[in-house]
């Protein structure tokens, strides 16, 4: 464990599949950015990957002041006892007062592994950071009781402070090739008798990419599409928007539509641009998955339905006519 | 085979009500049930048991005395053995206290059965904290191979295969015993209890643990063994306050909204 005087920086932890960056790392240097400034700490993003030199150069034009990189085949695609090796091994050496982790399957993985080994405090899934004014430390923020309850939390007396952050909730900062910053390459690299995890297969199934978690515009069905051939509809609806399909757990349950398709406490948690909702009432669990989406339009024949009060736009009435309307109007105004 | 399954007992959130006037969780009257994912890992550990009649499956649970009813719950839907870590000691506990207080449970169990779990099954996050750390940092305490958001767990050849969900499909990962796997939905039903079971639970005397029976260190135990500490708590505010139409044709209502959206530059 690091003690509270030695430590300093910022990190965010940039996380890579197949060279290629998740967005929420390049989302996370926005608040860290502003945190680092607040604490008068330095902004660093720890990259890691297989060829990912380019993700580091973008995550100085992002706003890192620094890159730690750690490449390698085994980071390629993830494998959480080399993550956590990498990331432990990387806080040991430098002592980062904070680090930021998006909120990935993979992010919430790693995360605890890590703070369990330094023993130190995790907050998981935020939706809000900040500064404690009286303390300074880092005030974080997170929905608990399937979003029915909001809490902050402060990590005071241990080093690193770390968090995950959910994917979406911060925008990316705006992107500045001029920037300058240092890549410092790590060479670290587990014996591979340590990893005890092992990817058999990655089966890639052919239907429609479900990346709801990075959709910019997701049209979503509930129970009031009543049958597998009523939720075509909001198939058809997302064609037309561009879109990705999202589904309550209702229709899921119902078997209209695959699991991974859900949105909601026990299934994604989403925050496009534009979420559209037709025939979901708008359960707790429901909204805890979709309530951070920068617009929601809500389509719904019951005018007390709970997914009105997260809505920007509402249409009360019968998606069966609304939605063939919504898509003929669409359709014409792309034409 | 040897499985522990790691239980929570928790408010049914999906019954917790906000109260309008104060803003607070209305928790009376709200049902205590086992934690949803926990349900779910226990179905996996009794399929294993379905197929491999060889298998013991423990359950473990850290809580007040009344989780005994959670614990009693698992037993009778297939739980061999029933554990009950409770002690004022471990009350305000975050994960990484109750994920050391558990290892150093299980550590204990362990020595008294003369081996070790195979598989460590946890459910991926409890309904009331929503966290999702508690698995992974056991793993780590206990120094163990994990994987997480399994949605399905088999035996093959000696090792675990778990398939974890993916942006495009899923990966298959596999895993030496002994292990810690937490698990999301499954595709199948988790199951009733049997008859048998019911009456199983009814005559099995659930074995308590508490801080003297552990070896322990008490600071890093409780309130005072967390480095999380909360500083507030708040109810979120939804109300947004958004455009509505309301009593018009499909299609007027229809037209309205695209148009809006269309001058809002959403489309």
Redesign the interface.
Known sequence: MSTMETSKNLWVLIETEEGQAKPVGYELLNPGKQLAEELGEKLVAVVMGHQVEEVAKKAIAYGAEEVLLVEGEEYN?YN??AA?FALRTLVEKYHPTAVLIGAT?NG??????V???L???????CTELGI?EETGNI?WTR????????????????RPQMGTVRPGVFKKPALDENRTGTIVREELHLDPSAM??????????VVE???L?EAEVIVSGGRGLKSAEGFELVRKLADA?GGVVGASRAAVDAGWIP??HQVG??GKVVAP??YVACGISG???H?AGM?GSD???AINRD?EAPI???????????L????P??I???NQ?KA | MNILVCIKQVPDTTAIKIDPVKHTLIRDGVPSIVNTFDAYALEVACRMKDNDPDTTITVLSMGPAQAMTALKECVSKGADAAYLVTDRAFGGSDTLATSYILSQSIKQVEEKMGKVFDLVLCGKQAIDGDTGQVGPELSEHLGRGLITYACDVVVENSEFIAKRESDQGYDRLAVSAPAVITVVKPAYKTRYPSIRGLQKAREMEIVSITAADLPLDLEQCGLKGSPTKVRKTFTPTHEKNGLRIENERGADAAAKLVSLLADAKLL
């Open positions: 695609l959480s006892d956590t399957n919430r993985d790693a995360a605890p592994r703070a369990a080994a023993h130190t405090g995790l907050t998981a899934d404690d005030a929905p608990a009781f399937g979003g029915n309850l909001m809490a902050k939390i402060l990590c005071p007396d241990n005890r995890v092992r990817l058999v297969e990655r089966v890639k199934e990419s479900v990346n978690e928007m699991h991974a406490q026990t641009k534009i359960a707790i669990q909204l309530s617009t929601i339009i005018p009105f009060d997260v809505a920007d736009y509402s249409i009360v009435g019968d069966f006519e609304v939605i309307a919504m003929e109007e669409i105004r």
